[in-house]
């Protein structure tokens, strides 16, 4: 067990909700107490500071810290889809905290993969811990705006003066800001993709992806076991049509997963 999921973060919240927070807090502290001495009685005031934290979250509170709590809670009660699935979350929000990402690695490394390989896998994160992902922005946008119009002013500029340094500076700006604004409809067009596809998590052990939404559909690949992070494509009744990290496509049973909310 890692010593970093024992310790309880400082979560701010309104004043209506202390109450609960009070709570959530302490029964993680008492699962804490008995974790040596009572096992079973551990889990059960995990899983009760889990709720608690759930409905902090039902009632709109939404920072990093609740849901690093609510991770570490489910996975010392046994939840190891849920924990994953709430550092996920955490992660969202706080991008560049290096401590989050280290335990979430902790929590990928519990997770039973099927086969070896790279199969149903999360792609693995070579940023370094201080560096934020790259997102569409409006900094991102100027920055692309200013090189675009220096490219062009250093190309007019060589015209009027036959100087080759504006020709080359404009030539090289020009080619920056192609190759910037090739990245930025990149970024764009996956930042679209996972607006439309919400992150889950597999919550039971050996499911196969299906052809289609039913049980008399064919199953493909490898089977999937509790802990595996997928991204919906689309819900349709009993069933969800899941994207893997690789880009395999199929179905499973939408009880059979964790839906971020």
Not at 190 to 215: F, K, T, Y
Request: charged residues 25%; positive net charge; contains cysteine.
């Amino acid at each position: 067990m890692a010593w970093f999921l024992l310790i309880g973060l400082s979560l701010p919240v309104l004043p209506d909700d202390r109450g609960v927070k009070a709570q959530a807090e302490a029964e993680f502290a008492e699962g804490l107490r008995l974790r040596d001495s009572d096992y079973p009685r551990s889990q059960r005031c995990f899983a009760a500071a889990a709720r608690l934290y759930r409905e902090l979250q039902r009632r709109g509170v939404r920072n990093a810290a609740l849901f690093r709590n609510l991770g570490r809670s489910s996975f010392l009660a046994g939840d190891l889809p849920g924990a994953i699935l709430a550092y996920r979350q955490a992660l969202q929000l706080a991008p560049t905290a290096g401590d989050i990402r280290q335990e979430l690695e902790y929590l990928r490394e519990q997770v039973v993969f099927a086969t070896p390989g790279a199969y149903a896998r999360p792609p693995a994160d070579e940023r370094p811990p201080w560096l934020p992902p790259l997102r569409p922005s409006p900094w991102l946008l100027t920055t692309w705006l200013v090189a675009y119009s220096a490219g062009w002013f250093c190309l007019v500029r060589w015209r009027q003066s036959a100087r080759r340094g504006f020709l080359a500076g404009g030539a090289l700006l020009l080619i920056g800001a192609i190759l910037g604004g090739y990245g930025l409809l990149q970024l764009d067009r996956q930042e679209l993709r996972e607006r439309q596809s919400p992150l889950a998590v597999v919550s039971q052990d050996g499911l196969r992806l299906r052809r289609g939404d039913a049980w008399t559909y064919p199953e493909v690949h490898p089977p999937l076991n509790r802990g595996v992070e997928v991204r919906v494509i689309l819900v349709r009744g009993a069933w969800a049509q899941v994207r893997l990290s690789g880009g395999e496509i199929g179905w499973l049973p939408r009880e059979a997963i964790l839906l971020a909310e």
